[in-house]
């Protein structure tokens, strides 16, 4: 069976896909403004430090099991893990719930190349609409969201049908390094606009968003904890299967703790220039136009889809060219990112097929899979962020937790609210008390790990990120529930403790 499963082309192919898995929407309209808000360097110290002791760890250990497996989550954690088996389902599902929002923000930017193109085409005032009423009309349209969202998932369909190094990996080698000259381009447009300077400061200088106006109060440590974890597991595509997908694909010559490295390290300076690239922007144009700093809105989708659309339109006639660029650049993050979500689901049926002999039905079983995240995706698009209906309204309830917002936040919530710290909790105990590190120190040993390495890999996996990721699962319930905070820092460490005891004492499955 093993010989007929897909494999990168390259290392330099797999790394190009693995750092387009990890750099999407969540580097762009995430990062910056999180930084920002959580006071500049603070936040980014903070995300830095979660991204060696955690992230690295997460990474290469996922990596590891993928590799060592040569399967899809749910079959490779059910090879590993007696007790923690269904850590794959979580895995699996999280990247379906996902994959409900991913592409109807992939088919808003679609909509956006195609304003831009027409204004570029016929004239800035041939579309004479503001970013917020152009993207309140965008919303209220469901059937065009819908049929842009369509678009999107036939996009990434056809990239996954391809396969892995014929589809996914020719995909990311021209798409990733054209993203990046895109960006540059960016960049240097948003910096030579006057006030610049203010966005700057904004995301790098501690406190200045507080002093200028843009937010009224700092978030204290422990919710900078929670709010920087929860951002660096989602944008390094962490404890969604995807990781460990594309580590299944992977080479046993390949070193995996240099190219989980190499993968934090571009993520992390990708996700920092690509503020560079929008916030002075959004905010040199806001104080152009006279609003007040507290009111420019440089988070989430009105980052992307107002702010950035009237910096573009406030530009003079070469706007809408800088337009086109910026949003191919967004969805190529978006498409790059999509396509590793649909492969970590496929890849499931795929390797049950190749168990039983069927080597050729990636097509079919890509398309099927597409078809299910339609389904959801209708319903993600058709809410138009809540401005036509919500969970809330359906349920007729008045006070709205921001989980029942709008649908987007509902499939977020157990997506990347519940499933991605916990599964990740779940991870580092299975791996740390159950099977034992050398589950995967043993799988990286071919990239031959120094003594220091593995000393460090053994205290982080056991103690560090379980209770880190107590605490992001706690700021996530937090944020998403709302209510007391005490209540949701209880919860998570009951869930600590319990699967503590339940991952010990260790039993290890045998082969
Ligand atoms: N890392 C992507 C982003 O930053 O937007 C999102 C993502 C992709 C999350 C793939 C999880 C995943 F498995």
């Not at 929670?226 to 299944?248: D, E, K, V």
């Not at 401005?387 to 709205?400: C, E, H, K, R, Y």
């Amino acid at each position: 069976m093993e010989n007929n499963r897909s494999s990168w082309g390259s290392n330099i192919g797999f790394l190009l896909a693995a750092i387009g898995s990890a750099v999407g929407l969540g580097n762009i309209w995430g990062f910056p403004y999180k930084m920002g808000k959580s006071g500049g360097f603070t936040f980014l110290i903070v995300y830095l430090l979660l991204a060696v002791f955690v992230g690295m760890i997460i990474m290469v250990s996922e990596l590891a099991v993928g590799r060592k497996t040569k399967l899809s989550p749910i079959d490779a954690y059910q090879k590993v893990s007696k007790k923690f088996a269904w850590i794959g389902w979580l895995a699996t599902i999280a990247p379906f719930l996902i994959m409900s929002f991913y592409t109807v923000l992939g088919g808003y930017c679609l909509q956006y190349i195609a304003l831009n193109m027409t204004k570029l085409s016929f004239g800035n005032d041939s579309v004479a609409m503001s970013g917020g009423e152009v993207f309140g009309a965008m919303l209220t349209t469901p059937l065009g969201c819908v049929v842009f969202t369509l678009l999107f998932i036939v996009i990434c369909m056809v990239i996954v049908q391809g396969g892995v190094s014929g589809g996914i990996e020719k995909f990311n080698k021209v798409g990733m390094p054209a993203l990046f000259v895109m960006l540059l381009i960016i960049i240097v447009r948003s910096l030579t606009l006057p006030n610049a300077v203010e966005g700057l400061k904004f995301m790098f200088v501690p406190g200045y968003a507080v002093k200028a106006g843009f937010i009224e109060s700092s978030p204290n440590l422990i919710t900078v904890l929670g709010t920087a974890g929860g951002q660096m597991f989602f944008s390094l595509s962490l404890a969604m299967g995807a990781i460990l997908t594309y580590g299944s694909y992977l080479g046993k010559e390949e070193n995996l703790v240099k190219n989980s490295a190499i993968i934090v390290v571009s993520d992390t300076l990708i996700a920092l220039v690509a503020g560079i690239a929008v916030i002075p922007a959004a905010v040199a144009n806001g104080i152009a136009q006279g609003t007040p700093v507290g009111q420019i809105k440089l988070g989430g989708p009105n980052l992307l889809f107002v702010t950035l659309q009237d910096v573009f339109s406030n530009m003079g006639k070469l706007g809408p060219l800088f337009g086109v660029i910026f949003y191919v650049l967004v969805l190529i993050a978006a498409i790059s990112s999509a396509i590793s979500l649909m492969e970590t689901i496929a890849a499931h049926w795929i390797d049950k097929d190749l168990a039983k002999g069927e080597t050729d039905t990636r097509k079919q079983r890509v398309l099927i899979v597409s078809l299910l995240i339609l389904l959801e995706a209708v319903i993600v698009a058709a809410d138009g962020l809540g401005s036509n209906f919500s969970p809330a309204s359906l349920l007729g309830i008045s006070t709205v937790p921001t989980f029942l917002d709008c649908f987007l936040d509902f499939m977020d919530c157990w997506s990347e609210g519940i499933a991605m710290p916990l599964g990740a909790m779940l991870m580092a105990l299975m791996v740390g008390w159950e099977t034992g590190p050398d589950l995967v120190l043993d799988e990286v040993a071919h990239g031959d790990p120094s003594e220091g390495f593995k000393k460090f890999y053994r205290l982080c996996i056991k103690f560090i990120v379980p209770i880190v990721m107590a605490f992001v699962l706690a700021g996530q319930m937090i944020d998403f529930f709302g209510g007391s905070q005490m209540i949701w820092y209880v919860v998570a460490v009951l869930l600590l403790v319990g699967f503590w005891a339940f991952a010990f004492p260790g039993s290890k499955k045998e082969e």
